[in-house]
């Protein structure tokens, strides 16, 4: 965690809360010792309608946003020490933007009182400042307190939208947030009822934000949960919907067997083939039918194909025709996404021109012999020479290409100008990016300078893993370049059109260099990021 510091020299809330609960405790072993768990029941669910008369509660008045949206705070203890400031969202009928909300949501904010310290858990929705902000001077006034730590988990607007707002009223509290949130700073489920009193109304909801978000994440899922598993935790203050306090083992437990289930998966065959040629097409779907009972998807550009390849534990290649151009850039894709343990079949389709079964089959074996020498030399590196080597520094940029229907993106930083006359540089891309096959020799592409001021937002986007066949520039603000029409982004201080002119072979890279035939600098002031390692066996 990095610190936004209004005032030095303070312990954190939590640390403070600590200090309160040691005082009042017998002296416990040392941090060594194992950590004892012991069963803690559930309390009884509330009917929906009320909290319980163990948790009093109170709510705003309802106001009118944007005319027709109602919008109203609730306000009432979670936990010892601990309350939840709920901003009432009714009439949100969407959420993330994709999806659907059919009673609208809630942003919950949480108020921690340590021994001497307090701290606020997210805040909420600009829509929501007068509401949320009288609640919180509210209840800090209420407790003879100020505000010590704002604890931000996310910069997401439903929960950082009243940071600033915050802080003009306590400008001595301490931010506290990830490196990229603290940044960011810098330069919504809707019932009164706010726990899962009624599993049954819940679950529906429940397991649709699981297939939503979670889901496509199965695997981290399962890491976190067996991270947790032994901690005698009897409450969830989630960050959306209501707060699970009567059925934590139940809810946990589907969240485990479900994403359990994912990781395990079955066993996923691609078959891959030229459309058009020859009897590829009968043939593909003939096997695809015996394979899996269903017609095998088009998949027609080289991200899917990456992905195809990777997810799957088989492939079926119908041999394509050895003089089409696409063919040879696809087979590349499926050289740099294939592993070790994949099971590979290759067929001829009876075109007529068909890429030898035998060659195929040492292409393939060639490229899985090449990312095994890479991995052995990445662990034979010696460290010191890693830690020298790493003292390369070099900057951030985002390349660009797109060939008709095609867009591609990647990260960069082994960058570096490489002539005068013809102006040229260098880019060395890793033999497994999806876009090394739109920069072949002849290929145009742009280079993005990112600010050292604003990298972070994009480099964290372009990092991101991408489902088959998504958009990679969805989100992203881009015009077509005036002379390659390959996305320039907005948020670039500076690019550069270039036409590959050569390429040299490493074992893990193609060294790329190009000449570059347009460029433009898009904001003056601004320098270009700066991107320091502390090894060189990795990026």
Known sequence: MQLLNRQAGRQTARNAAASKRAARAPARASRSAAVHVRAVAAPVAPTTTTTGDDMPYRMSDVVMWSESKRIQTQVLPVAEDTITIRSLDWDRDRFDIEFGLENGTTYNAYLIYGADKTALVDASHEKFHNLFLEALQKELQAAGRSLDYVFVSHTEPDHSGLIPAVLDLYPEATVCGSKVCISFLQNLTHREQPFDADVKVLMPHYRFYYDCLMKPNAKSVTTALRKVKDLPYTMIANGHGPILRYNVSELVGDYGRWSAALTKGATSVAVLYASDYGFSDRLSQTLAKGITKARAPDIPGQEEIVAAVGRSSGIVLMSPPRDNADARTSLAAVSSAIKAKTKVVIAESYGGRDEPVD????????????????????????????????????????????????????????????????????????KDRAIESLMQVGDSFVLNCLGEDNYAPVMKHFLQRFAPGADRFEGVDWSPAPTTNCPVLSDAIAYMECRVASRLETPDHWVTYCEVINGSVTNTGARTAVHRRKVANYY
């Open 359 to 430: 060659v195929l089959a040492a292409q393939l074996q060639d490229a899985l012999t090449a990312k095994e020498s890479i991995a052995r030399k990445k662990a034979a590196m010696s460290g010191e020479v890693a830690k020298a080597l790493a003292r390369l520094s070099s900057g951030l940029y985002v390349v660009t290409a797109q060939h008709n229907n095609a867009r591609s993106a990647m990260i960069a930083s082994w960058v570096s100008q490489a002539s005068f006359e013809p102006l040229g540089l260098t880019i060395a891309v890793a």
